[in-house]
């Protein structure tokens, strides 16, 4: 056999691999069960582990300064340890997320909000089975000073989440998390 024909064919074997479909684990009933439990009582948090900026030039010189946690990389922020979350409690929202991509308007001189952070009753709040994925999507627009955040989070039954940021002032950021019973305890 030929080199030509042994490459052709070990790029016919990558390609061929390359395109299987992931199966995913389907859900169990109490999986959903329980993730139904929480959305009907509409008291959950979500407890972010990840962060995942735009990977700018801004934060990829960030990334090379080393001035990311250990573990993470441009496209992928750790943020185990530190208390990053999104809660919905009845008709009310709050976030504590920490914040890494590229200003559009400038902050206020001084400011100590830099984080994406806030408190209060969304505009257009929603939340609607997806049944592709047995989960649920949460949309809302909220208002933090003069700031603006549309946010999109995916509810997933093995409760894992993703949380899509868009802001007025800043580039999108997505987190990752876990969802929970939110308990004021």
């Not at 990829?60 to 922020?77: D, E, F, Q, T």
């Not at 208390?83 to 590229?102: C, H, I, Q």
């Not at 505009?123 to 997806?130: A, H, K, R, T, V």
Request: hydrophobic content about 35%; proline content about 5%.
């Amino acid at each position: 056999m030929s080199v030509f024909n042994k490459f052709s064919l070990l790029l016919f074997l990558l390609i061929a691999f390359g395109c299987g479909s992931n199966k995913q684990v389907p859900s169990t009933t109490a999986q959903i069960e329980d993730l139904n439990a929480l959305v009907s009582n509409k008291s959950f948090v979500i407890n972010v582990n990840t962060a995942r900026p735009l990977a700018t030039g801004t934060v990829s010189r960030v990334a090379n300064a080393g001035l990311l946690p250990p573990g993470s990389n441009v496209g992928r922020i750790d943020l185990t340890g530190m208390s990053s979350f999104l809660r919905v409690v009845k008709d009310s929202v709050t976030a504590n997320l920490p914040y890494y991509g590229e200003r559009q308007i400038s902050a206020p001189y001084n400011s100590k909000n830099t984080g994406v952070r806030f408190d209060g009753i969304p505009q257009d709040f929603e939340i609607s089975p997806n049944e592709k994925t047995s989960g649920y999507t949460v949309q809302f627009r909220i208002r933090s000073g003069t700031e603006a955040f549309d946010v999109s989070a995916e509810l997933l039954p093995d409760l894992s989440s993703t949380i899509n940021i868009n802001s007025t002032h800043r580039t999108a950021i997505w987190y990752n998390g876990s969802v929970a019973k939110y308990s004021s305890e």
